[in-house]
């Protein structure tokens, strides 16, 4: 079992004749759970539903594969099946359910606490109480709630707040509405949802915090996307909207299309301040393909370490992260626990007094 110290325990080995760096100290920001609520309130919705998940199991590819602190996060649906009383009450159930597990286990987990983000009211009250009583770390929101992304008006009086509090929000991907039953599913796409639609709805949010002014309006959140932005490294050049230009690259000039039909004229170095402003975690994208493309987009000090646990484990990111040659050791090093310390202050504190 691995010792987790305050220096980070970082271990040295040659493969190919590039270093590897193996953590032991590891902050996973992309991390779940399945408190019995959450359960139950997904067989009440699907029967089908299961478990993957058990405590027992978690903590122990937390501790062989390098993983100091687990965020804990409800992955989707998340809240949003049922009436505005069912999911106000499995959402404190399931934030109270983390909070016991940061209690039960001291530095081993922290919480990002799950909002009914639809229900106004509701949201605010959860807020109030996640933070202010059970001392959540953050929030995880889904990248929409049925046909409505992230930066969508609605949602305001929710950002008012968490900008007032400063607040760090994980953002989850969920197929939407227009995309959960489309053909291609008779093609035999195997698990078309998690292929295709992940990656493109956390796009499309981050597209719609920026262009509707979202993101503008509240810059004291801290916004954490799930698997190294999904697809918008790859169509960086399509956020340059009518002819806006920028060096993505220094010395390289990149310049979207010259012809648009509606939409936000908003400059290039504008569009790649909030892209750079934004963080990403490394879920799902532990290959040299994402990483490198990422890596060029933002700087190392934005990409957070996550797993995405239980679909995949630490050992697969573990693996990933050392053999995808994208990071030096110091580079590591901030990937894996620093970058988080940062925008997570609270397990600075402890890993100091561990």
Not at 61 to 85: C, E, H, K, V, Y
Not at 202 to 219: C, D, E, N, Y
Not at 255 to 275: A, D, F, K
Not at 322 to 340: D, G, I, P, Q, Y
Request: glycine share 8%; net charge neutral; hydrophobic share 40%.
């Amino acid at each position: 079992m691995a010792t987790v110290g305050a220096s980070g325990g970082y271990l040295f080995a040659r493969s190919l004749g590039r270093a590897e760096t193996r953590s032991t100290n590891r902050i996973d920001v992309h991390h779940h759970f399945v408190p019995e609520a959450y359960l139950a309130y997904q067989r009440r919705h699907n029967p089908a539903a299961v478990n993957a998940w058990s405590l027992s199991k978690d903590l122990e590819d937390m501790d062989r594969f390098g993983t100091a602190t687990a965020m804990l996060s409800i992955t989707q649906p998340a809240f949003n099946l049922g009436d505005r009383d069912e999911i106000r009450s499995v959402a404190r159930d399931c934030n109270e359910a983390a909070a016991k597990l940061v209690m039960d286990k001291p530095g081993r987990f922290g919480s990002f606490a799950g909002l009914p983000l639809k229900d106004i009211e509701g949201s605010l009250k959860e807020i109030e109480h996640s933070f202010d009583t059970l001392k959540a770390d953050g929030i995880c929101l889904m990248s929409s709630y049925g046909d409505v992304w992230l930066g969508n008006q609605m949602f305001w009086p929710v950002y008012e707040e968490l900008n007032r509090r400063r607040a760090v929000i994980h953002v989850h991907p969920t197929p939407p509405n227009c995309c959960s039953n489309l053909p291609i599913l008779k093609d035999g796409i195997p698990n078309e949802g998690a292929m295709i639609e992940y990656g493109t709805d956390t796009t499309r949010t981050v597209a719609s915090l920026i262009f509707s002014g979202t993101a503008k309006r509240f810059p004291n959140i801290t916004w954490i996307f799930s698997h190294a932005g999904g697809t918008m490294p790859f169509l960086i050049e399509r956020f340059l909207q009518f002819g806006a230009s920028a060096e993505i690259i220094p010395g390289i000039t990149t310049t979207g299309q010259r012809v648009g039909i509606s939409g936000n004229n908003m400059p290039g170095p504008e569009v790649l301040g909030y892209l750079r402003r934004f963080y990403y975690d490394t879920a799902q994208s532990s290959n040299p393909i994402a990483l490198a493309a990422l890596k060029k987009v933002v700087h190392v000090s934005q990409i957070v370490y996550g797993t995405d646990y239980w679909f995949r484990t630490a050992e697969d990111t573990d693996r990933g992260l050392r053999t995808a040659t994208v990071f030096n050791s110091r580079e590591l090093e901030a990937v894996n626990r620093t970058n988080a310390e940062r925008i997570l202050p609270r397990l600075k504190l402890h890993a100091r007094s561990a």
